[in-house]
């Protein structure tokens, strides 16, 4: 069953939208936002689909483009049709975080390499409270256990009911497997997750990539691409690090790592194989 249009993916048709009216016109970034009083930033986030456009920096923008009667219409009218609240909203995210789960919700697909934990939608209630735990050691309990509900409640793009289940094809480095993330029981509960998730789920694919592999072309980090139902709606790499979110959306960008994911899922085990590896590590753990 298809998804209706969401709210992120109309935010970056809009976005993509309004820089071919800009690029038509000869206006550049820095040109459009002193049309309108805005930064040269606030401009590109708006074409990258990363902040909604106000209507008065919209109608701000399209005089400065010249816009035809029928674009300003459409345009218009597609900023100010209020899509329907979405789940998370109740759980007051982080902005990184709400962008990306708004992206997740919508796409059709994710392809993901995991370097040092599991991903997030693979993980166990337990391996994934102890993720939070470790990872914000500061945070007060409250605030864990309310984003441990909503990566629980997150997995259900997995077996969605109103629509087709979100694919997910999971290269997960070694270290992943060994990792002792909440003691030897929760490791132990989490291989068995991944081994039942791999043999059973349909639409989930779980390759290992082993040390003996050597190094590969993501040694620097995890990164997932989300691909959407629309094929003319492009790709996005969602890469995180203590440095900040990133979210590359240009072709190259896009190129660049499904090119590297191909090359890990070359280089890892296959499915069945894969499963057998995780067995292995299961009767290993002491």
Not at 68 to 80: F, G, K, N
Not at 86 to 95: G, K, R, Y
Not at 108 to 113: D, E, G, I, T
Not at 152 to 159: E, K
Request: one cysteine or more.
């Amino acid at each position: 069953m298809a998804r209706a249009q969401g709210p992120m993916v109309k935010r970056r048709q809009m976005g993509r939208e309004l820089q071919a009216l800009r690029e038509t016109s000869g206006l550049t970034i820095e040109a459009a936002g002193t049309a309108i009083g805005r930064s040269d930033s606030t401009i590109s986030r708006i074409e990258n689909g990363q902040r909604d456009v106000q209507v008065i920096e919209l109608k701000g923008l399209l005089d400065a483009y010249g816009a035809t009667p029928e674009t300003r219409e459409h345009l218009v009218a597609m900023q100010r049709a209020k899509p329907e609240a979405s789940w998370w909203t109740a759980f007051e995210l982080p902005p990184k975080l709400d962008t990306y789960i708004a992206l997740e919700a919508e796409a059709a697909a994710l392809r993901v390499f995991a370097l040092g934990a599991v991903h997030s939608l693979l993980r166990t209630e337990d391996y994934a409270r102890a993720v939070l735990r470790g990872t914000s050691p500061s945070a007060p309990a409250e605030e864990l256990d309310t984003l441990l509900s909503f990566h629980m409640q997150r997995q259900q793009v997995l077996v969605r009911p109103e629509s087709a289940p979100l694919d997910i094809v999971a290269v997960l480095d070694e270290a992943c497997l060994w990792r002792q993330v909440g003691g030897l029981d929760c490791q132990r509960e989490q291989l068995k997750h991944l081994i039942q998730q791999a043999e059973e789920v349909p639409n989930v694919v779980v390759q290992v990539l082993p040390y003996s592999k050597g190094a590969h072309s993501a040694l620097s980090g995890s990164f997932t691409i989300l691909d959407f139902p629309d094929p003319e709606e492009p790709a996005v790499v969602y890469v995180d690090s203590p440095g900040g979110s990133l979210y590359l959306q240009k072709p190259k960008d896009a190129r660049r790592f499904d090119q590297s994911h191909s090359r890990l899922r070359g280089m890892a085990l296959d499915e069945t194989d894969s499963v057998q590896f995780m067995k292995t590590v299961l009767k290993e753990i002491k």
